[in-house]
């Protein structure tokens, strides 16, 4: 697989790197990292990583603006994105010459004339190192550095259940061939505002936790404006509530006025959730889930349903 990819690679002069709408540092590390990677083993190829900017994630990179209709003869690169609807910046992925997915999501949509998807990787920046491992491809350190930030990000510091041996032996050869200053990088990733610690006090003290092993909390444009943060701001929270002795799933709903929809971003330590965030307009892997509904309405009915996964769970898992 990998060495196809390569060949495609090589084969075109000119190569758009997509992700997923709303990057984390996976989509863009990932993204990013592979841009450097190409230029690097062949600078004379044009390539460029698309997607809306992230001000929140600016440290990891700057992103490319181009002009769709210009590039329908190049090679589209998907990353980090299970489904057509989700991908920033591309109108209709059947316009361009070749496609190639890589994802570590379930998948959702089939695409890609190579469609490499495995789920039990890490993290897409994983799986782009790995692409480099095996095959002519080569690496500098500022590539290695945004794989990094990305990997460390999508397995929470390494936490999460799918940090495996190969994650572990593949980050070490990273650190060794490029000599990054890895402790150095965890202040951009982990540096938080007073204001977003504020709110996880909030989140902390207000969590609703059923009887059942259900954590979850409304957070209301009211609740943001008196923190003073914004609607993803909780999103970037979900993580630090992983090990709750009480808590099985847990689910945070927060208002996004200027959207007009309601974020919701869902974790488990043990019930699969992703199946049923799927139904309400959302999904993402087994333990981390994501959706947007278009109001507080279907809270009630999401909150029923992960309640009922975790009851479930509880009687199979005594
Ligand atoms: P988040 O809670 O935003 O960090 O998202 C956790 C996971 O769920 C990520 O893998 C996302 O790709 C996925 N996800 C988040 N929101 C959605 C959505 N609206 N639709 C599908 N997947 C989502």
Redesign the pocket.
Known sequence: MEKTIYKKIKEFKKIIIAR?I?A?P??LGSSIGLREIIKETFPKKEVYAIGTTSSKFKYMGNVDKIKEEDFYDALLIVL????LK?IDGIKDISKYKYVIKIDH?PA?DEFGDISWVDDTESSVCQMIIELVYSTRLKINKYAAERLFMGLVSDTNRFLFYYTTKKTMSLVSKLINDTGIDFTNLYDDLYARPLSEIRLQGYMYQNLIVTENGLGYLKITDEIIKKFEVDPASS?NL??NFNNINEVLVWVTFSEDTKQNQI?????SRGPVI?KV??RY?????KF?????LKDFEMMKDLVKDLDELCKEYKKNNK
């Open positions: 997923h709303g984390d996976d989509a980090d994105t299970p489904d989700r999501h959702i999103g979900v993580n974020r919701v971003n869902a974790r992703n965030l799927e307009n959302g999904g993402g892997h981390a889930s994501g959706a947007r």
